[in-house]
């Protein structure tokens, strides 16, 4: 069974799917990957599945969820990208871990398309450089001899 790691941000629409669907492209092979919100929008932004598509990621079938979904499952690590989230966020089952990495909320800029899918690509960057490394730790670990006794 791989571990699972729960990715939260409150509206659970834009910043924590694109993380999810970046952690589960670069090491969905050893975790398990899920995303929810303290207070879910009930939608995955348009732009966010835009810009995913736009690398080769898919996040179509993701959908916005409650965080509480998750309190009797094991969750080894918790990842927050948002501030508000981070202030609310309560402990999980078996939870070992939990990171606060913020990042931008793409979803509230205004302007024209073309200045929000620049902001969206921008933020989608940062989560990927981020999280790739992440999950390179991850695999380096898994993937690392057995420490001697």
């Not at 207070?39 to 348009?46: C, E």
């Not at 179509?60 to 009797?72: C, D, G, P, T, V």
């Amino acid at each position: 069974m791989k571990p699972l790691v729960l990715i939260l941000c409150t509206g659970n629409s834009c910043r924590s799917h694109l993380a999810e669907g970046l952690l589960r492209a670069s090491a969905g092979a050893v975790l398990d990957v899920a995303s929810a919100g303290s207070k879910p929008a009930g939608f995955v932004h348009p732009l966010a599945i835009e810009v995913m598509r736009e690398i080769g990621i898919d996040i179509r079938a993701q959908h916005s969820k409650h965080m509480n979904e998750f309190l009797n499952q094991g969750v080894e690590t918790v990842i927050t990208v948002c501030g508000n989230v981070d202030q609310a966020c309560p402990m999980f089952p078996g939870q070992l871990n939990r990171h606060h990495w913020g990042f931008d909320d793409p979803a509230h800029v205004e302007g024209s398309r073309e200045e929000q899918l620049a902001v969206f690509r921008r933020v989608r960057d940062e989560i990927k450089r981020v999280f790739d490394a992440y999950a390179a730790g991850r695999l380096d670990f898994r993937h690392s001899p057995a420490l001697p006794q």
